[in-house]
Every structure is written in C-alpha cells, then in structure tokens.
C-alpha cells in the first residue's frame, strides 16, 4: 500500500527544475519575453497533469467513498477543475496553444507512473471505509508532496506571472492536505 501511495505522490510530484542560469538562449530571452522557458512550460505541463489526476480521483471518491469522503472528493474535483481552467487560460495568454503532455524524463518517472496507473486501478477496486483509507493517505501524501514542489518551481522560475499563479495554487493544495488530515483523524468530520 506504501509504495502505491509513493508511486502515486512521485507522479502527482512537480519535478525539480533547472535554476534560471541553466536557461539557453532560446529560452525566455530578449527575443519574446512574453514567450514561456522550456523549464515553464514543463511547470505548467506537470501541473496540468496534477490538476487532471485530482479531478479523476475525486470523481473516483465521489464514487467509492463513504459520505464524508464523497463531499471531499466532490471540494477536489471541484477546485482542481478550476485551477485547471486558470492555468488553461495563463498557458493560452502566454503563447500556447495546448498544455503539452507531462513527460517523464527518466525511467524511475515512468516507473512511477506505471505504478501509478496501477495504484489508481486499485483504487477503483475498493469501496467505503477500505477505499477512504488508502484514498486519503495518496491524498496527505500527495499533497505534502505538490507542496514541496510548487515551492522549488517557485523558486526555480523568474517569471512574475507564473510565480503569481503558483502561490495561487498553493492555499487550496494546503486547504485540501488539512481536509484529507482531519478526515483521516475523524472519519465523521466534514470536508468543506
């Protein structure tokens, strides 16, 4: 159960990024400083891709869950759902067409997506108190986790706008950890 739970965090995970000196000139430079870094758009593809993998397993909550854990997956789908649609609308802003795809870039990342897949799949197996257990611990996990990370993209971006978005995103990451913690404690307690 650990692993899966670590699998689905490390692919939940934003990547650690270059710093803003490993830029190459073709990066965001004099030419277009509007234009996102390959470093940004990898940002916003992995936090897309977060987004989407939030939205999917609160609906999968909302399925398989007990009561409390049902409103909470019902608050994730909900807020990812929306903070989707403001990254959508920044990446269109900034010159791209479509958020690229999130690419793992080592074989460790595609195992951990393998495994992820399949810790998902049975997710789906499980319902009620067994399903709310092991949905809740990916979630805490996954959390801390896209935490952590939206902090090193924060510091590894010099890009206003993004860096703006990002700690956007931060208070409903660390809103949806404190609900996923009291639910974990209190399995009667309320998901708002």
């Known amino acids: 159960m650990k692993l899966r ?12 990024l270059a710093s803003a000196d490993d830029k190459t ?25 977060v987004n989407q993998m939030e939205i999917d397993l ?18 994730v789908e909900k807020d990812h759902k929306s903070a989707d649609a403001d ?9 791209l067409k479509s958020i690229p795809a999130d690419k ?15 810790a998902v799949a049975h997710l789906k197996t499980l319902k009620g108190a067994e399903f ?3 949905f809740l611990n990916m979630m805490v996990t996954g959390h801390e986790q896209a935490i952590a990370r939206v902090d ?14 990002l700690k956007s995103v931060k208070p409903m990451l660390q809103r949806h950890l404190d609900e996923a913690r009291d639910l974990q404690k209190n399995p009667q307690a309320s998901a708002n």
């Not at 793992?104 to 399949?118: G, L, N, P």
């Open 152 to 165: 090193a993209a924060l510091n590894a971006t010099s890009d206003q706008d993004l860096q703006t978005l």
């Open 5 to 16: 739970a670590f699998a689905i965090i490390a692919a939940l995970a934003l990547p650690t």
């Open 132 to 134: 709310d257990k092991e």
């Open 58 to 75: 609160g609906k999968i909550a909302q399925k398989n869950g007990t009561a409390h854990v049902k409103s909470y997956g019902d608050m």
């Open 25 to 49: 000139p073709n990066d965001k430079t004099t030419e277009n400083a509007s234009k996102l870094s390959a470093d940004e758009v990898k940002i916003i593809a992995r936090l897309h891709h």
């Open 87 to 95: 990254l959508t609308a920044f990446a269109k802003k900034r010159g």
């Open 104 to 118: 793992s870039d080592t074989d460790a990342e595609r195992q951990d997506q393998k495994d992820m897949t399949a």
